[in-house]
């Protein structure tokens, strides 16, 4: 079939005395109208896709800007508020703020440190949220079904969940040891086997230092329970175990001025807690009676208090003459 059959058919029957190339051009005419229309069509939907879109992602954008800073300034002022200790309101009520707000020997520091790290907590969960769901609503404008993606990240998810569940334990251990001040920088503490001064303490991992020098990294998941000695206050002891026929009037007299002596002393005083105590007969042996001098100091002087008050007993039991019990095999009796 020709071109002009086709033409032909396409137009119709030709009117008599019409030329076929009129038909054509009628043809040609009807065809380009409607090509016209179309790309009209497609330009006016491409332009208002171009203006649309592009205003919409601005939009999310500037939103999520101002969102962010919103967010990040409420966290700054509320950290700033609990370092200074004048949270108050609805702040102060929260479980957290309370926790941050706990009132210690080393207060001001210590505050500072926990209050610091879970606003750096707090400023990147902001930020991580904030963006996954700019960049979700992004994509479902240009046209990306965000479905699939949501279903997957869920999937990796879970699946980051069980592979990283490890990770995760020793993270969120790390952030309730800060918030809830269980030891800082420069405590000497009992960690399991470990003892020794901490000498940093990270959202994962705290390292300390034990009196050889050597330096232990322990994960914060690991840690079940700590014993702490630096923390509000500590107590310097020394227990003297006489015979049995030793004048106890003597001794008490003894003891109470040696720990008097400490308790004046210029230096020491400043460190001292409360005044000295001279306790009961604390155990008892077959050969021996125990009693405790004891003083309560700040935790970070107790071992110089602890040995002033060893030396200025020694001496005022001497000056009276007050004999010791022998030394007994640890084991042998009770």
């Known amino acids: 079939m020709s071109v002009a059959s086709i033409f032909s058919m396409a137009a ?12 054509h051009s ?14 009209e069509s497609w330009v006016t939907k491409a332009l208002n896709w171009l203006v649309g879109a592009p205003l919409h992602i601005l939009a999310i954008i500037a939103v999520s800007i101002i969102l962010l800073a919103v967010l990040h300034r409420i966290i700054k002022a509320a950290t700033n508020k609990i370092v200074r200790g004048t949270a108050t309101g609805a702040l102060a009520k929260t479980e957290i703020g309370a926790a941050l707000l706990q009132v210690s020997a ?11 790290t879970v606003g750096t907590v707090l400023r990147s969960a902001s930020n ?4 996954a769901v700019a960049i979700l609503m ?3 404008i240009i046209g990306v079904n965000i479905a699939p993606l949501v279903a997957s990240a869920g999937i990796v998810g879970v699946a980051l969940g069980f592979g990283a ?10 952030i309730f040891l800060l918030m809830e001040d269980q030891y800082g920088v420069g405590d000497v503490v009992r960690i399991g086997e470990v003892t020794g001064t901490v000498e940093s303490v990270a959202l994962r991992v705290t390292r300390v230092r034990d009196v050889d020098g050597v330096l232990w990294i322990i994960r914060n998941g690991e840690i079940l329970k700590v014993g702490n000695t630096s923390q509000g206050w500590s107590r310097a002891s020394v227990a003297v175990r006489v015979p049995h026929d030793c004048d106890l009037e003597s001794l008490y007299e003894a003891l109470g001025e040696a720990a008097q002596q400490v308790a004046d002393d210029e230096v020491l005083s400043t460190v ?3 005044a000295p105590t001279i306790g009961g007969i604390e155990s008892m042996t077959s050969n021996s009676l ?6 309560r100091t700040d935790p970070d002087r107790v071992f110089d208090v602890a040995t002033a008050l060893r030396l200025a007993v020694n001496r005022e039991i001497e000056k009276r003459g007050i004999a010791l019990a022998p030394d007994v095999p640890p084991g042998l009796l009770a």
Request: charged letters at 20%; zero cysteines; a negative charge.
């Open 138 to 140: 992004i994509l479902d």
């Open 106 to 116: 080393l207060d001001s520091p210590r505050r500072e440190q926990r209050a610091r």
């Open 272 to 274: 001292i807690q409360g």
């Open 165 to 174: 569940q490890t990770l995760v334990k020793d993270f969120l251990s790390g």
């Open 26 to 39: 009628i043809v040609l005419a009807a065809a380009g109208t409607d090509l016209g229309e179309e790309a």
């Open 290 to 295: 125990t009693i405790r001098a004891a003083i």
């Open 128 to 131: 991580l949220i904030v963006a």
């Open 12 to 23: 119709g029957p030709v009117a008599p005395g019409a030329h076929v190339s009129d038909a």
